[in-house]
């Protein structure tokens, strides 16, 4: 199930317009569903798909490629 949940916002990010904003809130999302299926895992998720979603961000060109904004399933407003 997370799989499919997270290859789905893989699709949306690279493919519908939407702020950073909103790209921050559907990752915050899908990582509070993994830590209900897998609690306990967070630093799991933060190395499988955090990197994963950062790159489909930067396709998507929401995110320059010198900054790893997407960190603990937040964005950094700090940059």
Request: proline share 5%; aromatic share 6%.
């Amino acid at each position: 199930m997370l799989r499919i949940v997270t290859d789905l916002l893989v699709q949306v990010l690279m493919t519908r317009p939407m702020t950073l904003s909103d790209a921050d809130m559907m990752i915050h999302g899908v990582r509070n569903l993994a830590l209900k299926l897998f609690p306990g895992k967070e630093h799991v998720f933060d190395l499988i798909y955090l990197p994963r979603f950062r790159r489909a961000l930067r396709e998507a060109g929401l995110l320059r490629p010198d900054l790893h904004a997407v960190t603990d399933g937040n964005l950094d407003r700090s940059s």
